[in-house]
């Protein structure tokens, strides 16, 4: 058992950043991000202790987690695409003002016009462009095929294009 | 805007990063939930300690052999040395006539070996220990002298007269290194003597009765030589060289 706590330790500090990140360009709270974060490594302990070596990618699983948690979210409570007045940026202090005022407004943009996204779209960008995640990686996460996630980056990245245009 | 732009600020969502705080709780949170290592209840449900009773009496066997293993290098003095001498009596009680008295020759250059031991260490106190026991085995080595048939226990008698001469090598070299006498075999070097003169005698008529080659008939010349001289183990030297063959 010490073992797989030690592991999953690992496994929590890799990606809980990641997934926290995931959730609140989903949800745009940090209470709920906070949540629904803990909800999804909670669900990936209780997992990884009873299939243990049989979940081949963790990452993957804890996404799908996210995902669903993030869909039973928005069914309970009806916030899809609102953004909440604590949804505030978390900014690097060692810049000085100015480009702590700038980075401050590019990021609002870009978050506002990712609010504006569809869900498909915003997920494959925050993978791949946030998380570094491969084509192929994607195409595991979602079950679809490789030529297609790259088809999908492509329109997400247009359509967020558009969106900013029109911030 | 370009698209390399774009993606450059959209890469500045990477900042959006968790409260450490809360990061920290979190994980606390995920694992406090687990109960304490139940590494007795573990221990309990094994199979070794399910037989726990059966097993008590194998560890005490496998305890008091390994004691008996360890107490082999031990020296008189050493608190362990009872264990060592427990195996010897028991060797020595199994062995009769010329046997037992090579036995006793054979633990009496033990005792030799290990005076030898201590003499380059600090463990002088040991020292009158270890003689006292030397004289103890040369005493009971003595008294079955007297037991031993010449006529019928000749192999014995070669091995013990080989166990003597081992013992004069040794008692040499710690008297050298101890720089004083080393127990007191007079008696036993008497006995042994006389012991000696039997053997000789014995054989040297058996030979003559037999036919011998001419190197043969040399090599029991030179040994009524040495025996006619008093030389009774030179004797059994060249003796031992013939009867080997016959």
Redesign the interface.
């Known amino acids: 058992?010490?073992n797989l706590?030690k592991t999953?330790?690992k496994i929590?500090d890799q990606y809980?950043?990641k997934i926290?990140?995931f959730v609140?360009?989903k949800v745009k709270s940090q209470e709920a991000?906070?949540d629904l974060?803990?909800e999804v490594?909670?669900r990936g302990?209780e997992a990884m202790k009873t299939k243990g070596s049989k979940i081949d990618n963790m990452q993957a699983f804890l996404y799908q987690v996210a995902r669903n948690l993030v869909v039973d979210h928005y069914r309970d409570t009806a916030k899809a695409q609102l953004v909440s007045v604590d949804f505030a940026?978390?900014?690097?202090h060692s810049l000085n003002l100015e480009e702590r005022a700038v980075?401050k407004s590019?990021?609002d943009?870009?978050?506002t016009a990712?609010a504006s996204l569809k869900d498909e779209y915003r997920e494959v960008?925050?993978w791949y462009?946030?998380d570094e995640l491969s084509a192929p990686e994607i195409a595991k996460l979602t079950g679809k095929e490789e030529g297609n996630i790259r088809v999908l980056i492509h329109r997400a990245?247009q359509a967020?294009?558009e969106e900013?245009?029109e911030v | 805007m370009t698209e390399k732009d774009l993606i450059q600020n959209l890469k500045g969502l990477r900042q959006e990063k968790p409260n450490q705080e809360w990061v920290s709780l979190t994980r606390q949170r995920i694992f406090s939930q687990e109960p304490e290592e139940q590494k007795m209840d573990f221990v309990l449900f094994t199979p070794f300690f399910r037989y726990k009773l059966a097993m008590a009496p194998v560890i005490a066997v496998l305890t008091i052999i390994g004691l008996f293993g360890f107490a082999q290098n031990t020296t008189p003095g050493n608190f362990f040395f009872q264990f060592k001498k427990v195996t010897e009596t028991a060797q020595v009680s199994l062995s009769s006539g010329a046997e037992k008295s090579s036995a006793y020759v054979r633990l009496a250059n033990k005792r030799l070996e290990e005076l030898n031991q201590i003499a380059g260490t600090s463990q002088v106190q040991n020292l009158s220990q270890t003689i006292k026991e030397f004289q103890t085995n040369i005493t009971e080595a003595t008294k079955n002298l007297s037991a031993m048939d010449v006529n019928a226990d000749s192999d014995a008698i070669k091995e013990f007269v080989a166990e003597t001469r081992k013992l004069e090598e040794n008692r040499l070299k710690v008297e050298t290194v101890l720089g004083a006498k080393v127990g007191d075999t007079q008696e036993f070097e008497s006995a042994l003597l006389q012991l000696e003169k039997q053997m000789a005698e014995y054989l040297i008529i058996d030979l003559d009765s037999r036919t011998l080659s001419e190197g043969d008939q040399t090599l029991l010349t030179e040994a009524k030589t040495y025996f006619e001289a008093g030389d009774y183990s030179q004797s059994l030297e060249k003796i031992w060289l013939l009867s080997n063959k016959y």
Do not use: E, H, N
């Open positions: 058992m010490a706590r999953y330790g929590y809980v950043d926290y990140r609140i360009l991000a906070q974060t803990s490594f909670i302990w940026p978390v900014i690097d980075l590019d990021m943009q870009v978050k990712m960008l925050v462009y946030l990245l967020l294009k900013m245009g």
